[in-house]
């Protein structure tokens, strides 16, 4: 699927000028910037949206299926997510996910996934699939504890074209655990999520279906202000087999920021390293998001 640059860069601009709305108190009274009182774990009210663009650029030049350095390659994702609030006390949250991905192969520089030339046996790109998505708060007595429960329906003719993987060609429930806790003084928090991933469809059409994978992960965050925190990240990644006969595993570890641009906007950027794995490749992720709340 050939994205003409245009387009692309129309796209991102358009994106980043409608990205700009949160408030600094929500409705409960709670004091503080969005990057401290409305993680993950929290829903926002009824009639709100909120609004993300996260970007994800992984690179590799090593690998677990074979020793030394091999020709890199590199991997982009694109993530544009919003949701909106339905229900008058904020534990009903729906909304759409939707994801491109430019990826490029065969010892290219790790910046030539944003040519998106599609050149032959080198590198593909497009949007890759498109998923309807709920937030809910399963218990009103703790409302930071949510669950995302997601349904991924894949864009993709084909998963490998050329010998240049693009994304999964499978349908994938996701169900996203999220916990969080602020500790006295509101200077640190703590923050666990758990990933769990169904992935299902055809075995000849991707390596992931018929295969679950559990992602744990724990985030650790100091705010110097309301405004500004840096947090350290641990997370693994376990694909266990059901019918496939393909396992994989991975840990990564990371660290990175957040920052409230404006009232309306703000802006995190994450470094994950990926520490050790099985039938995985071993690489770096660099990553940068804006998140908006109208």
């Known amino acids: 699927m050939k994205i003409s640059k245009k387009i692309i860069i129309t796209g991102i601009f358009s994106l980043i000028v409608a990205t700009g709305f949160a408030q600094e108190t929500d409705d409960d009274g709670e004091s503080g910037s969005v990057i401290?009182?409305?993680?993950?774990?929290?829903?926002?009210?009824?009639?709100?949206?909120?609004?993300?663009?996260?970007?994800?650029?992984?690179?590799?030049t090593e690998s677990t299926f074979a020793e030394g350095?091999?020709?890199?390659?590199?991997?982009?994702?694109?993530?544009?997510?919003?949701?909106?609030?339905?229900?008058?006390?904020?534990?009903?949250?729906?909304?759409?996910?939707?994801?491109?991905?430019s990826n490029a192969v065969a010892d290219r520089n790790a910046l030539d996934v944003f040519s998106f030339d599609g050149e032959n046996g080198t590198a593909r790109s497009g949007f890759t699939s498109?998923?309807?998505?709920?937030?809910v708060v399963p218990f009103e007595s703790v409302s930071n504890f949510s669950v995302q429960s997601s349904f991924f329906i894949p864009l993709v003719d084909n998963e490998v074209e050329q010998g240049v993987f693009l994304d999964q060609n499978g349908y994938t429930w996701q169900?996203?655990?999220?916990?969080?806790?602020?500790?006295?003084g509101d200077q640190f928090q703590i923050f666990g999520e758990l990933n769990t991933e169904f992935h299902f469809g055809d075995e000849e059409e991707s390596f992931a279906n018929n295969s679950l994978s559990l992602t744990p992960g724990i985030f650790f965050s100091y705010f110097p202000s309301s405004k500004f925190t840096v947090l350290a990240l641990a997370q693994h990644s376990q694909r266990i087999d059901l019918g496939n006969e393909f396992e994989q595993d991975f840990t990564a570890l990371g660290f990175?920021?957040?920052?409230?641009?404006?009232?309306?906007?703000?802006?995190?950027?994450?470094?994950?390293?990926?520490?050790?794995?099985?039938?995985t490749g071993l690489g770096q992720t660099f990553n940068i998001g804006l998140r908006a709340v109208l």
């Open 36 to 60: 401290q009182t409305l993680t993950p774990s929290k829903l926002i009210a009824k009639g709100q949206f909120d609004i993300k663009w996260f970007n994800n650029l992984y690179t590799e």
């Open 69 to 101: 350095t091999q020709p890199r390659q590199t991997f982009f994702t694109s993530t544009l997510e919003g949701y909106t609030g339905v229900s008058d006390n904020k534990r009903v949250n729906v909304g759409l996910i939707l994801e491109f991905r």
């Open 130 to 135: 498109i998923a309807p998505s709920v937030k």
């Open 175 to 184: 169900n996203r655990f999220f916990y969080d806790h602020t500790f006295t």
């Open 256 to 279: 990175g920021a957040k920052y409230q641009l404006t009232d309306e906007l703000n802006v995190e950027a994450l470094y994950t390293n990926f520490v050790r794995g099985n039938n």
